[in-house]
Structures are given as C-alpha cells and as structure tokens.
C-alpha cells in the first residue's frame, strides 16, 4: 500500500478527534479569529521542536527555502486562513448546511487547480471516484430535503461562501504541495516537516498582527484558554502533519478525495461518542463514499 493512504487516513482521523474535542469543551468562548489563532500558536513551537528533534536525530541538513518556495507558502498559508474566515462566517447564514455542502465541492475544486498550477493529472477513473464521492457527500448534505433542498437553496450569501472556502481550501492544499516540491531533498518527511513548520509560523505572525491591531484582548483571552487550547492545537498539529506529508507524496486531488473518510469517521463519532441517531440517508451517502474510496485506491 503506498505512504500516502494510511498516512491521508491519520490525517482525517486526527482532524476528527479535533471537532470532537472543540465540540465537547465548547464551553471555551473564543472568537473565530481567536480559536483560529490558538490551532497555530499552541502548535507551532511543538511543530518546531519535532523538526528540530528530527534534524538532529537523523544527522539532516535543512533545505534550502527559495523565492517561489516562500510564494507557494504565503498563498498556502493565506488562503487557509481566508478560507477559515468564510467557513466561519456561514455560521450566521440561516442556510448554513447549504454553504457546508458546497465547501464540500473543494475535492473537485482542488483537482482543477493542481491541473492549473501544477500540471497534475487525474486519470479517468480517479474523476469517477471524485464524482462519486461529491454524490455522497450531496447524499449526506445537512439541508432540508437532502439534495433537492440543496439545489433549491442555492442562490444566497451561504452559497458563495461555500464555493469560496472551496476554492480557497483548494489553493491551499495545491500550494502546499507545490512549496514542498520546491524542496531539494529526497526525504519526504522532512520537506513535509519544513512546509509545515514554515507555514504555521507565517500563519501565527499573519493572526498576531492581526489581532494586535483589530482585538488585542483577544490575545490574552487565547492564554487564558491555553489548557483547552492546547489540545485543540496538538491533535490540529499531528493532522496537519499528515496532511503535508501526503500532498508532499501525492497528487493533492487524490489526497483530499481521499480524506472525505473523514465524514465517515464523524458520523461514527457520533453514533458511538455522541450517541446521535444516523439517518438512512446518512448511511446510503456513507456507502457511496465507500464506493468513492475504494474507486480512488483502484485509480492510484
């Protein structure tokens, strides 16, 4: 089995112990920009310590980080940031599950772009289980009605910043993949390590900057939450990790086809952890990202 899979796997599985954790201590009162803030900032000086600890441990010398390495990580890093900020904003739209639903599109998104950016091809059967995959994710689309209340919803604020966080989670994930690429060095762990560690320190001075000139209490109040916070940045850190690791090793495309496992796990999450009922039409959409999966293996 190639690196990529089991590693995309952890990576999904890591983000899902994430939402459980933001959702059983959501009594934390943080903003988005601030809960935002406290992902990079809990994470990044564990981030920095693990490269280090593995420079040295394996006797490696950093690469070195060139003009279009640094582009590729500033896009990256801004346009998560960006598409952070529009998934957060869908909160206040009545519509919510609507705007969620296309975010979901960014699998396809992402494959557009790579194509654009970075010449990376998806063979036939690999758009096959894309698309299956984006009809399970339609299937399992919070919306009244399932899929047709989608498509009846589909003009509104929420909509765009779907499509928005798509695109942008979409050149985030291309530009990831395109700053490790830039790396001279044969070690795929380490030009992941120094991807990540590089962009979350833009991403930390990127939210510092901002919330210093716009909500300096916020600053203090994410200290203040630094045991619940913690958290939250560790298991955001490992996930992280494991993403840079598979866009270092694989098409982006197929790795966040892939990482739609993560709806599954979440939906596991809450009928075991959580105890919450899970729909028919939940289990069906499950089946077809199943399907999706199982395609998208056979495609590699």
């Known amino acids: 089995m190639p690196l990529w899979i089991p590693v995309t796997l952890a990576a999904a599985t890591f983000q899902t112990i994430r939402?459980?954790?933001?959702?059983?201590?959501?009594?934390?009162?943080?903003?988005?920009?601030?809960?935002?803030?406290?992902?990079?900032?809990?994470?990044?000086?564990?981030?920095?310590?693990?490269?280090?600890?593995?420079?040295?441990?394996?006797?490696?010398?950093?690469?070195?980080?060139?003009?279009?390495?640094?582009?590729?990580?500033?896009i990256g890093g801004l346009s998560q940031i960006l598409a952070t900020v529009c998934v957060v904003a869908l909160f206040k739209q009545r519509n919510f599950a609507v705007g969620i639903t296309f975010k979901k599109t960014e699998v396809i998104q992402t494959a557009i772009v790579g194509l654009v950016v970075l010449g990376d091809e998806v063979s036939a059967l690999g758009w096959l289980a894309i698309l299956i995959g984006l009809v399970g994710v339609l299937v399992l689309s919070k919306t009244k009605d399932g899929p047709k209340g989608l498509w009846r919803q589909m003009s509104g604020r929420a909509p765009v910043l779907g499509l928005g966080s798509g695109v942008l989670f979409a050149f985030s994930a291309v530009s990831y993949r395109g700053a490790s690429l830039q790396l001279q060095e044969p070690d795929a762990v380490l030009r992941a390590a120094v991807t990540l560690a590089v962009v979350v320190c833009l991403q930390t001075v990127m939210m510092l900057v901002w919330l210093a000139l716009r909500d300096p209490g916020e600053i203090a109040r994410v200290w203040a939450a630094r045991r619940v916070a913690v958290w939250v940045g560790l298991t955001s850190m490992g996930g992280s990790f494991c993403w840079f690791l598979a866009f270092t090793l694989q098409n982006a495309a197929y790795v966040k086809a892939l990482g739609q496992v993560e709806l599954l796990l979440s939906l596991l999450a809450s009928l075991l952890v959580f105890r919450e009922e899970v729909t028919r039409r939940e289990i069906f959409g499950m089946g077809l990202l199943v399907l999706s999966i199982l395609a998208l293996i056979l495609a590699i």
Request: hydrophobic residues 60%.
């Open 19 to 74: 939402f459980m954790l933001q959702k059983v201590l959501s009594a934390v009162t943080l903003s988005a920009a601030g809960a935002t803030f406290s992902r990079f900032v809990y994470s990044a000086p564990v981030i920095l310590l693990a490269l280090w600890a593995y420079v040295t441990s394996t006797e490696a010398e950093l690469p070195a980080l060139s003009l279009r390495f640094w582009g590729f990580a500033t």
